[in-house]
């Protein structure tokens, strides 16, 4: 009896009791469609999360003071040697680090910003012309502050969109005076309209010459500096100069932190690695419940059709005909409740980020295929029992079954 | 054609053997209509399940068509089944989920015979048996003798050279009983064996070769004048 054969009789069966059927199916249907749906929601905010972070910039350097250790462990802080990063710092890395495309100096505090009788609390940033490069944050009208403004920390200020809209509205803002913390900034230029990355508002920022924000600030020394380098493959070069250079500044002591988006975003992305295997394998339990449903229902019928089976046998078939006709029922059965979960499952993981804008979601093939494989394996696994019984029924007594 | 030689079936209950056949030897020569009678318990049954390959004998050798039966394994008792032997049962054993159609093309599908060729066979067989108009109606549509017929023409569509049949009138009124038992003695004698297990004297009066059992042993075994 070939597979085909075999194939109906099972589907055959199945539709001789549909609601039974589709009741077994729906087990494996709520299993793969939670399997695809809750991975393609862990697949989404990995995507989301790498996405962010290249768009910060490629090949990015964060060097930060004070020495973190990746290895972990307790160091005691030895006071008065852990040195500030300084402007001069940065530019030493300009003139001598040549592995390295930038090195931005950023100070960082937060002011009030007046026009007129309007007024913002918001983040001021402190910098140089290079940082558009670094950060891909662009000015969109006027101009970015130049290295003339650094080199004379001109009193000059560039808005986020959203500062310039509380405080202008429509009107235009370029060349205007503003106050910031009781000192005059000339507004010279509006960054592009750029949104929320990463839960912070690139929008509601001023962006004012590392120098002038170390006056207004009151601070000889730097939040961090960003540097990056032309390719990838160089970030591990780049890391060894950049250490020589500011070890030599630093009285040979190495005081300060480099971190590379690189290792931030394997760290990500091993976490959220995790988090999706995680919610793939609670979905899968419940897969593993609808396997038992198979398993039930299929017991059921072994035992219903006890009679059905002592006529095949006495009429001519092999212990292993009625194994595979009962071993492809319970297969058909998950397997058409896989597709259908599967189905429903991509159906909804498309939906959901359009009503659900914050809850992006990505559809990998690979867990439509694990789902499929898993819910074929779970039809076999609970399928092989009640076959094997019903294929190992003495023909006699089957016969006699009432 | 078939020779059972020192035939014993025992069945344990509790600490005892009880013997369902005790050395039972019959030979069945090609062409013959036999019945075989006796009181419940007396082992016509298992003496059916043995002769129709569904169950080994404890001791003993059962030879078909020069084959030694009682060593075969599991595959090869469902082969003969399939190709040499037919069963009519006395409550037909019929599929209810399907037509009279699929239920004779049944053995079909386990010889491995395409669907096409399998209606082919079928159809003809159930003219044979007078049920070529209603071959599209399920079991339940048919009357007890229309069933029983159904039954014979499945059990004849491989053209097996033994039929087996038990209480084939049982369960029927008198009348469909008789065609029934019409059907069999002209089966018979177009060649096929047949072998009756019957407790109805008037069955047995139509055979040519009557068994009689008796606490798993052969009492009487007559040839009809």
């Known amino acids: 009896m070939n597979f085909l054969e075999t194939f109906k009789v099972a589907l055959e069966a199945i539709l001789s009791n549909k609601m039974r059927s589709g009741l077994t199916m729906l087990g494996v249907i709520i299993g793969v469609l939670a399997v695809i749906l809750l991975v393609s929601i862990g697949e989404g905010a990995r995507v989301y999360i790498t996405k962010e972070l290249t768009g910060l910039g490629t090949n990015l350097l964060i060097i930060t003071p004070g020495k973190t250790t990746t290895s972990g462990g307790f160091h005691p802080p030895s006071a008065g040697t852990v040195r500030k990063l300084t402007y001069d710092d940065a530019q030493a890395l300009r003139r001598r680090a040549w592995m390295l495309t930038d090195a931005v100096p950023i100070?960082?505090?937060?002011?009030?910003?007046?026009?007129r009788n309007l007024g913002r609390d918001t983040m001021v940033i402190g910098t140089t012309p290079e940082f558009q490069r670094v950060r891909n944050l662009f000015v969109g009208t006027g101009s970015y502050v130049s290295q003339s403004d650094v080199d004379t920390k001109a009193k000059v200020v560039v808005l986020g969109t959203k500062v310039k809209e509380e405080l202008f509205g429509d009107q235009n803002a370029l060349g205007q005076v503003v106050m910031l913390s009781d000192a005059r900034y000339r507004v010279i230029g509006v960054m592009q309209k750029k949104g929320t990355s990463l839960g912070w508002d690139v929008d509601d920022v001023?962006?004012?010459?590392?120098?002038?924000?170390?006056?207004?600030?009151?601070?000889?020394?730097?939040?961090e500096i960003l540097a990056s380098t032309p390719r990838a493959e160089d970030v591990e070069r780049?890391?060894?100069?950049?250490?020589?250079?500011?070890?030599?500044?630093?009285?040979?002591?190495?005081?300060?932190?480099?971190?590379t988006q690189g290792a931030m975003l394997s760290t990500m992305d091993t976490i959220l690695g995790v988090l999706t295997a995680v919610l793939g394998g609670i979905a899968g339990i419940s897969l593993l419940v609808g396997g038992i449903g198979?398993?039930?229902?299929?017991?059921v019928s072994v035992r219903e059709r006890t009679r059905e089976i002592g006529i095949r046998k006495a009429i001519g078939a092999r212990n292993s005909d009625i194994m595979a006709q009962f071993l492809i029922e319970a297969i058909t059965l998950?397997?058409?409740g896989g597709v259908i979960g599967i189905l429903l499952g991509v159906g909804i993981a498309l939906i959901i980020p359009l009503f659900v804008t914050v809850l992006p979601t990505s559809v990998s093939a690979w867990s439509i295929v694990?789902?499929?494989?898993?819910?074929?394996?779970?039809?076999?696994?609970?399928?092989?029992?009640?076959a094997r019984k019903a294929s190992l029924q003495d023909p006699i007594t089957a016969l006699r079954y009432e | 054609m078939i020779e059972l030689r020192d035939i014993s079936k025992n069945y344990r209950m509790g600490e005892m053997d009880i013997c369902a056949l005790c050395g039972v030897s019959v030979t069945v020569n090609a062409g013959e209509l036999i019945a075989i009678m006796g009181p419940s318990g007396s082992g016509k049954s298992t003496l059916m399940n043995l002769l129709g390959c569904l169950d080994r004998p404890t001791s003993g050798t059962y030879t078909f068509e020069g084959r030694e039966i009682s060593a075969m394994n599991d595959d090869d008792l469902a082969h003969v089944r399939n190709a040499k032997i037919g069963f009519v049962f006395q409550s037909f054993n019929l599929l209810p989920r399907f037509s009279a159609l699929k239920n004779v093309e049944m053995p079909l599908v386990y010889s491995g015979i395409p669907a096409k060729g399998r209606t082919e066979r079928a159809v003809p067989v159930l003219e044979k048996v007078g049920l070529k108009d209603r071959m599209f109606h399920k079991p339940t549509e048919l009357s007890g003798g229309q069933q029983q017929r159904v039954a014979i023409a499945r059990a004849l569509v491989n053209n097996p050279p033994l039929l087996l049949a038990d209480e084939p009138t049982g369960n029927l009124d008198s009348h469909s009983g008789e065609e029934i038992l019409n059907i069999l003695v002209n089966l018979n004698n177009q060649g096929v064996t047949i072998m009756i297990v019957t407790h109805d004297h008037d069955v047995a009066a139509r055979c040519k070769r009557i068994i009689n059992l008796k606490d798993g042993k052969i009492v009487g075994d007559q040839v009809a004048p």
């Open chain 1, 206 to 223: 001023i962006f004012i010459p590392v120098t002038s924000g170390q006056d207004l600030f009151g601070t000889d020394s730097l939040f």
């Open chain 1, 370 to 386: 694990m789902a499929f494989s898993f819910s074929m394996a779970v039809g076999v696994f609970f399928g092989v029992y009640p």
């Open chain 1, 334 to 336: 998950s397997g058409v």
């Open chain 1, 238 to 259: 780049a890391i060894a100069q950049i250490k020589s250079i500011l070890v030599k500044r630093h009285a040979h002591k190495e005081d300060f932190s480099i971190q």
């Open chain 1, 107 to 115: 100070v960082l505090g937060t002011g009030r910003i007046k026009f």
């Open chain 1, 294 to 299: 198979i398993m039930n229902i299929m017991l």
